[in-house]
Structure formats: structure tokens, C-alpha cells
């Protein structure tokens, strides 16, 4: 376990005004162990934030396996569960995104996994995260879209996302994950992030589609305090690097000023 908690990292984002950069990694996704290892260590030399751990099909062996390796290679660095469904619970982690799709009506992933995963999650020590999840994007289908039969919200309706975000807060969700969907076409809009930023107050992580410096800059800026990369990094492994560097150049400025 870390020394420092989640939420305790999360509470300093926001007071410093820093920007975080999680890697999302899908242990199915992960073929060559030396090519992992060496994301990793990139990760970890170029001082990545957080590492998520989860996706839509993968079983919890591989989830086990996957963590108890980046233990090994980034001892400091907390490693958060993102479930796609309840067997995907490990208690190898730091912490879990408890989330809850909001942005959708099917009952299995506003509250169904969810039943089914917290008595397994009460026998852990991982922190846990209330999340509002939701989906916002152009009105493509994504794998998210698809495994959880839900549409998303779209990129054009601010007020839409905010009212969902909303009801999130006021139900005890203590953070909101925007996510536009792995191998969206284009990230949540910033007007989006804006918005829900503004009507919530709540620490905000944003993912999906993020596959340029300028994109995670424009998610920043818009108010969010956690870019999520994924898919992007998978088709271009220096996109890692440039988000990372761009991230410590401007923590660093707020330290001169």
C-alpha cells in the first residue's frame, strides 16, 4: 500500500492546481512482457501519476498477474482497479474506482455488478473511490458503449452531462470519470468538461480518445485533473512520454510562480 491515500493524492491535485496522468492497462492487451516492462519503466521514469488497471473482458487472474508486476517495477506509485465487471476485483491493488454508469439505464452497471462486487471488496483493504461514470462522445460505438448496452451522452449537450453529473453528486459520488470510450474518434469535448467541472466541484478524470499532447492539454484546461491514456498509447508509445513531460513542465511552472 502506498503511504500517501488516493483520496489524499486527488485532495493535493486540486489545492496545488496540478494535472495527473493515469496509464490505463488491459491485461488482456498485454502481449510482449518486454515491451511492458519497458512502458513501465518509461511510466515510471517519466513520473507518471496513477495506474489503472481493468477493461471489458479480462478475468481476474490476469488482473492479479498484471499487479503483482507493476509492483514490483513501481513500488510508489498507487495502482487503481477500473472493474469493467464484479470478477474483476483483486485485492492486490491500492484502490478501487467504484464506479457506476451513470450515463446509462442498464441496471447491471448502475447497481447490479456493483452489489455483486462489494461484499467481495469488504474483504479488502483497497480504498475505495465513488465514481460517476459516464459516457460522452460524437455517438460512435465504443467497446464500453457495446458491453454495457447503453448509449452515451452527446459531446454536443453540456447541459445534459451536467444535470447526469449532478445527480451523481447529490447520490454520494465523490468523483466523475468522463470518458468518451476506448478507440473513440474524438475525446470528451472540452465544453463538457467545462461545465461538469464547474457544476460539480468534484476531482474529474477524463479518458477516451485522448491520443495527442494538444487533446490532453485541452482536457487540463478545461478542468480536468486526471487524463486517462490508453488506447493511444498502445499505437504510439511516445505519446506516454510527451503528456508526461508536458505535465511536470507545467506542475514545475506553478512552483516558480
Do not use: C
Not at 168 to 195: C, F, H, R, W
Amino acid at each position: 500500500m502506498t503511504q500517501e491515500s488516493i483520496k489524499k493524492r486527488f485532495t493535493r491535485l486540486r489545492e496545488e492546481n496540478k494535472k495527473a496522468v493515469a496509464l490505463l492497462l488491459d491485461p488482456d492487451k498485454i502481449g510482449d512482457k518486454s515491451k511492458f516492462q519497458s512502458l513501465i519503466k518509461k511510466a515510471v521514469h517519466h513520473q507518471v501519476d496513477f495506474f489503472f488497471v481493468g477493461g471489458s473482458l479480462l478475468m481476474r487472474d490476469r488482473v492479479d498477474e498484471l499487479i503483482r508486476e507493476l509492483k514490483e517495477l513501481a513500488t510508489n506509485i498507487p495502482v487503481l482497479l477500473f472493474p469493467g465487471n464484479a470478477v474483476q476485483v483483486s485485492d492486490k491493488a491500492d484502490g478501487i474506482l467504484f464506479l457506476s454508469l451513470i450515463s446509462g439505464r442498464n441496471p447491471e452497471f448502475l447497481i447490479g455488478q456493483q452489489v455483486t462486487a462489494a461484499p467481495l471488496i469488504a474483504q479488502t483493504d483497497l480504498e475505495v473511490l465513488p465514481t460517476a461514470y459516464m459516457l460522452v462522445n460524437n455517438g460512435e460505438i465504443t467497446s464500453v458503449n457495446y458491453v454495457s448496452q447503453t448509449l452515451p451522452i452527446p459531446n454536443n449537450k453540456p447541459d445534459l452531462a451536467v444535470a447526469t453529473a449532478l445527480a451523481g453528486k447529490y447520490m454520494g459520488m465523490q468523483y466523475v470519470y468522463l470518458e468518451a470510450g476506448s478507440g473513440a474518434n474524438a475525446p470528451v469535448d472540452p465544453q463538457v468538461i467545462t461545465s461538469v467541472k464547474k457544476a460539480t466541484r468534484l476531482p474529474m478524470i477524463v479518458g477516451g480518445g485522448i491520443r495527442s499532447v494538444e487533446s490532453a492539454k485541452a482536457a487540463w484546461m478545461a478542468g480536468a485533473d486526471v487524463v486517462v491514456l490508453g488506447n493511444g498509447v498502445e499505437k504510439n508509445p511516445n505519446l506516454l512520454i510527451e503528456v508526461l513531460e508536458y505535465a511536470n513542465v507545467y506542475n514545475l511552472s506553478l512552483n516558480v510562480n
